[in-house]
RNA sequence: GGGGAGAUUCCAGAGUGGCCAAAUGGGACAGACUGUAAAUCUGUUGGCGAUUGCCUUCGGAGGUUCGAAUCCUCCUCUCCCCA
């Protein structure tokens, strides 16, 4: 190992944005094994890849011989958090908050080995505590450390004091803390992580703590990433970037990274893979258009810890095959068409509809007329022109193009 | 509980009876240029058809009118002020 402690190697890699108290956490994670958690509210049936920051903090926390909690938020997926968002999120049903949260729950086990016999990780459902509780108990246990002056005036709630914040959602944060101190009483988590967005909410966790135990806690949040183009991150235009393979394709998850801006690759290298520090600095000294092979790179690693080696193994060489030279296609997106529909006769720009390479058939004429889709590497000319079995030639596929990049071959069945 | 303002297409935000599928900006997409990068310039940006056409959209439900996003009634939600 190259770095000599969890908190060096989180820095050095870019994770760290606020610490409750450097020095000395630096010193604990040096000197001793803590436990450390951090929540994922399970409010979609998928992580997507701007969860992969604390995802990957968690697995260097196990790496480094810590013991990693990661908490289900099924209870605080109830409430909902107005940390730095616009506007209240609509409410979620305990049996969709369930069902996510399995799935949610799966994604995670890539990232941390719960089966480790060294560091037993947990994976913890907040809603076996947090369903239970007596509101008159709780506000005299818990809410009477809370001042609602504090809250109101943290950054977090800034926007939502112009927009307004409903009691249920200004209660979240009561709810992480007592998290968080549960966590601290029942496993002795002394440390939890987060987004930045998360600060406050950490802070009131550990302050809680403090009032109720005595004793020191610790926080640290992690940067939100934004691309260099000032975007949120995993944003494209099919929409966000999932871990989950039925939503996002290997191939296409393989793509986004390996189209990331130049300013954007080191410092993902850093982030998202295990590379070591030496490795990454070679890849550093690239410039120019040599700074391909970094992202190629970079997408592989990505890929193969996420979805499996031969999935990226695949990915990089459907890859080569679309923008360079030889190899197998095979892991481009396919659409099945049925024979007859073929026989019949299909207009192309249904047919782009049909991939989903276009919005509608509406907007492929659009495409069209702007010289934007191809088949088989031919810009289409005419958008009235219907596609039939004859174009499919022997291998009965077609390799639709929709831009520069975007690709998916339909198949005649 | 009382008073006021508001809900518009992905977002922000115009529009206050026909010229509105709805200004402008952002985003997104496409083209040119490139390195599957960025920046820049150009174009496009509700659906279905296609030479002027039809359908759906301006919080929801009704109504007035030849005609409504625009006027009226009720409802839902949000914000602000007062309690």
Request: charged share 25%; aromatic share 10%.
């Amino acid at each position: 190992m190259v770095f000599e402690n969890v908190f060096d190697e989180l820095k050095w890699r870019g994770f760290v944005e606020q610490v409750t108290d450097e020095d000395v956490l630096q010193k604990e994670l040096s000197e001793r094994k803590l436990t450390g958690y951090i929540g994922f509210d399970p409010t979609a049936d998928s992580l997507h890849i701007g969860s992969m920051v604390p995802l990957m903090a968690l697995h260097h926390l196990q790496r480094h011989g810590h013991r990693a909690i990661a908490i289900l938020g099924g209870g605080t997926a109830m409430i909902g958090d107005p940390s730095g968002k616009t506007e209240m999120r609509k409410m979620l049903s305990r049996e969709a908050i369930i069902a996510n949260g399995e799935k949610i729950r799966r994604q995670i086990g890539i990232f941390v080995d719960f089966s480790d016999q060294k560091t037993r990780p947990l994976a913890l459902d907040n809603a076996d505590w947090l369903l239970k509780l007596r509101y008159i108990d709780f506000l005299r246990d818990i809410g009477r450390h809370f001042s609602v002056n504090r809250m109101l005036a943290a950054e977090a709630y800034k926007i939502r004091m112009e927009t307004g914040l409903s009691f249920i959602e200004f209660n979240y944060q009561i709810l992480q803390a007592y998290d968080f101190w549960v966590l601290f009483r029942e496993y002795n988590c002394e440390l939890q992580m987060g987004g930045n967005d998360q600060w406050g909410n950490i802070l009131a966790g550990t302050e809680l703590i403090r009032r109720k135990e005595g004793s020191d806690a610790y926080g640290l949040t992690f940067p939100l990433l934004t691309t260099a183009g000032g975007q949120k991150m995993g944003k494209t235009a099919s929409g966000a970037i999932w871990l989950d393979a039925e939503r996002t394709t290997p191939y296409d998850f393989y793509q986004y990274w390996v189209n990331v801006d130049d300013r954007d690759v080191i410092r993902f290298m850093k982030l998202f893979t295990l590379l070591s520090p030496s490795d990454i600095a070679a890849y550093e000294a690239l410039s120019g258009a040599e700074l391909r092979k970094a992202k190629k790179r970079l997408a592989y690693e990505v890929t193969a810890f996420v979805h499996g080696k031969p999935a990226a193994e695949e990915a990089e060489k459907a890859s080569e095959a679309l923008f360079g030279q030889g190899g197998e296609d095979t892991a481009v997106p396919e659409t099945v068409l049925p024979q007859e529909e073929a026989e019949q006769g299909i207009p192309v720009s249904r047919l782009f509809a049909m991939s989903g390479l276009a919005r509608s058939a509406g907007e492929a004429r659009r495409l069209i007329r702007q010289g934007g889709l191809y088949i088989d590497g031919k810009r289409v000319d005419d958008e009235t022109r219907m596609i039939s079995t004859v174009d499919f030639g022997d291998e009965g596929t077609l390799l639709l193009r929709s831009g520069k990049k975007r690709y998916h071959r339909i198949r005649l069945q």
